[in-house]
């Protein structure tokens, strides 16, 4: 779920995965091992995606 939301651009947080998931937010809370996973990729640096390629050639002929 958190792979998807980053690749999204989208804020990594508790209530982000929750609403992705569409559970409530306490039962990411109540599972140390979810809430972990959560803060442990919210705290990762966002990923990059790859730039686009470019619409016209960069040299002219």
Known sequence: MTA???ANGEE???S??????DVHRS???RHNNL???V???AAEPPTRA???APDTPT???
Do not use: Q
């Open 4 to 6: 998807r939301l980053a």
């Open 12 to 14: 990594i947080s508790v």
């Open 16 to 21: 982000s995965v929750a609403r992705a998931a």
């Open 27 to 29: 039962l990411i809370y």
């Open 35 to 37: 809430h972990a996973a």
């Open 39 to 41: 803060l442990a990729r």
């Open 50 to 52: 790859a730039a686009p």
């Open 59 to 61: 040299s002219a002929w």
